[in-house]
């Protein structure tokens, strides 16, 4: 069984944020991907119930409303919140 590394706990909130980066679409589609693994790994356990997933991105490749598109068509656990920031492209 994989070891998973939790990117930021607040166990009195019952709470877990997970973060990924993407440069391209096809990088955010992959990291949509490791969320979804993400969210296998939680499903073990019950000390957690609130479950934000934070996508950062350069550009204007995708927005928030396409993440939230590819959350649905994962079926992701309701209990996920998939949040994305977007930052300059590099060079502005």
Known sequence: MKLHRTDLAVPSLRTVVEFKFARTLTTAKSCVDEFYSDMKAYTQTHQWAHFYAVL?????????????????????????TPILLTGPVKGN
Request: net charge positive; aromatic share 16%; glycine share 4%.
């Open 56 to 80: 950062y991105i350069r550009g204007n490749f995708m927005t928030q409303v396409n993440l939230d598109q590819a959350f649905k068509e994962k079926n992701a656990d309701r209990n996920w």
